[in-house]
């Protein structure tokens, strides 16, 4: 079945630091990639959709310059979080959809575990 | 405005049954998901409906009524590693997905 690798897992770092995820397709090949953040004990929510070869659309209140987001292959998707601070601590999950299947599954990374100090 | 309901929680008794249930009303219909998710981990697809009826796999079914904007979730042989989320995901016309907010199932000996 479709793979998607995330990385890193976890990542514990000082605030102020600029963090960065990768969300990789590693059998398929994904013109979309999304990426989610989840609170503790809340939904899975919508930050961003990232299309290959063009700008992420971000979603209303995600501020596009301290997340961002590259799509520069059909198989790997990056997330940046600049100049992270205690409140961006969250759990960050990527998904990938297959190619020119918009009505298939999103298949999702293990996710990201980001801790602010 | 799209919305999708499903009960934040419910408890279940090892060996049983139980039914998910989720409604929606969204702009256009493209299919519906249910996905599992347990507590700190990323989720995990389970089925995809987009035509009336029911899908079973394995120990898990999935059935869907589109003229009720209506599926449900049914977990047989309930095992205590199925104590997890159940989130129910909604294709748009737009072909985006729209979340349910999850329900916890709490499965006890």
């Known amino acids: 079945g479709a793979v998607v690798s995330q990385h890193p897992s976890w990542v514990i770092c000082k605030s102020g630091t600029s963090v960065k995820i990768e969300c990789r397709s590693l059998?398929?090949?994904?013109?979309?990639m999304f990426w989610y953040r989840q609170f503790p004990k809340q939904s899975l929510m919508l930050m961003a959709t990232?299309?290959?070869?063009?700008?992420?659309?971000?979603e209303q209140g995600v501020e596009k310059d301290k997340f961002l987001i590259n799509h520069a292959s059909l198989t790997l998707s990056t997330l940046t979080v600049t100049s992270a601070h205690p409140e961006d601590s969250s759990f960050y999950i990527c998904?990938?959809?297959?190619?020119?299947?918009?009505?298939?599954?999103?298949?999702f990374g293990d996710g990201t575990r980001l801790s602010i100090l | 405005g799209q919305n999708i309901d499903q009960p934040t929680e419910m408890t279940a008794t090892e060996g049983a049954i139980v039914q998910i249930n989720c409604t929606y009303q969204?702009?256009?219909?493209?299919?519906l998901f249910w996905y599992q998710q347990h507590a700190g981990e990323a989720p995990t697809f389970l089925s995809y409906?987009?035509l009336d009826g029911l899908e079973e796999k394995g120990r898990f079914s999935s059935f869907l009524s589109r003229s009720k904007g209506y599926s449900y979730l049914l977990l047989k042989e309930l095992q205590m590693k199925d104590s997890a989320s159940y989130l129910c995901?909604?294709?748009?016309?737009?072909?985006?997905?729209?979340w349910g907010a999850g329900t916890k199932l709490i499965i006890k000996p």
């Open positions: 998904s990938a959809r297959v190619l020119t299947a918009e009505a298939q599954p999103q298949h």
């Open positions: 059998d398929f090949q994904a013109t979309t």
């Open positions: 990232s299309n290959e070869g063009s700008k992420a659309t971000y």
């Open positions: 969204t702009s256009g219909f493209n299919g």
């Open positions: 409906n987009v």
């Open positions: 995901a909604v294709v748009d016309s737009n072909y985006q997905l729209i």
